[in-house]
């Protein structure tokens, strides 16, 4: 999984007003959160901060946060921008436990050209992100899958996917990730033939972000 080094300072003013101020001031409010512990109300660097953010691009990240020389782990749990030019207002982050087993969904990336589109089939994807329980550092950032060998009527389901040994998928084995369909067959009509498998494969959520 991808990591981080953050810096940050604990703030004593809180509020709009307040918050307006550190914004002027070129720095972003945060909140962290987690391991049953008080909020921490903290602030951040802007230009620091939004670098790092476009750098994990949304994906799972660990950041090592550190607060007045005291390091702690943490992730994003929500980012709030200005709906104008997508500038940082506030970030709240959440603490984890490195040596905790988490769940986390994780993007599926698709490599190569499916030998079945060339012939007049189309791509249909079932499941953008499987759901992988694991240690943090362990969770992979993507699964990759190659699917240029994948002709007109084959799929590939969760049970073929390569997810490392010491970390365990939530998805139902039969869902389907991806598939070359005939184009005369709607994707909606693919997706209620397989409706059983995909409501098998979205287990309830206990997402780390």
């Known amino acids: 999984m991808l990591q981080y080094d953050l810096s940050a300072q604990v703030r004593n003013k809180f509020g709009k007003g307040a ?11 945060a909140v962290l959160y987690g391991n049953h512990l008080e909020p921490v109300h903290l602030q951040f660097d802007c230009k620091d901060l939004t670098h790092t953010l476009l750098q994990m691009q949304r994906r799972n990240a660990i950041f090592n946060l550190d607060i007045a020389g005291v390091k702690r782990h943490v992730m994003v749990k ?8 997508d500038s940082l207002l506030h970030v709240d982050f959440h603490e984890i436990k490195l040596d905790t087993p988490t769940v986390f969904e994780v993007p599926l990336k698709f490599s190569g050209k499916a030998k079945g589109v060339d012939l007049g089939g189309e ?20 699964i990759e899958i190659d699917i240029s060998a994948l002709d007109i ?9 390569a997810i490392p040994a010491n970390i365990e998928i939530k998805n139902d084995k039969d869902a389907i990730c991806i598939a070359v369909i005939h184009a005369t067959v709607k994707a909606a ?7 059983e498998g995909e409501t098998a494969a979205q287990p309830e959520k206990e997402i780390a972000e």
């Open 19 to 29: 918050n307006r101020c550190l914004r002027s001031s070129g720095a972003t409010p």
């Open 78 to 85: 929500e980012i709030q921008t200005k709906p104008v030019d």
């Open 123 to 142: 791509l249909h994807i079932g499941l953008p992100f499987v759901t992988l329980q694991g240690l943090p550092l362990d969770i992979p950032d993507y």
């Open 153 to 161: 009527g084959d799929q590939i389901s969760c049970e073929a996917l």
């Open 189 to 195: 009509d693919f997706e209620d033939e397989d409706a």
